[in-house]
């Protein structure tokens, strides 16, 4: 079983920037999807930003201020937060697929 270990998260005020990180035990083929899912308590899993050897999709409320980036060499995928608002408070958990593997989740909080 792969292992997804994430790191990064923190509480900054709005406008400010964080940066996630996600390492995975084993190599991951670059055809596969590493990316980023977002929960608030109560609310269902949105996508935050997904990448594979062709493509990047990014949910539309982050567009233009996250950007992601998948180092293969390290097995690794990075989401950098920009220009962060309080409605992005939520866990983010790091995600491999088709394989369904999921990190253990970094909380990010934004204050106002």
């Known amino acids: 079983q792969v292992q997804l270990v994430e790191s990064g998260g923190g509480s900054v005020r709005a406008g400010e920037s964080l940066r996630l990180y996600c390492a995975a035990s084993?190599?991951?083929?670059?055809?596969?999807?590493m990316g980023w899912y977002r929960q608030i308590p109560g609310a269902q899993l949105e996508l935050v930003a997904v990448i594979n050897d062709t493509d990047i999709v990014y949910g539309a409320p982050v567009k233009g201020r996250f950007t992601i980036s998948r180092d293969k060499s390290k097995n690794s995928v990075h989401l950098q937060m920009n220009n962060l608002r309080p409605n992005d408070t939520a866990e983010y958990y790091c995600r491999v697929q088709p394989m369904n593997y999921w990190g253990q989740g970094s909380q990010v909080t934004v204050s106002s």
């Open positions: 084993e190599s991951i083929p670059s055809n596969n999807v």
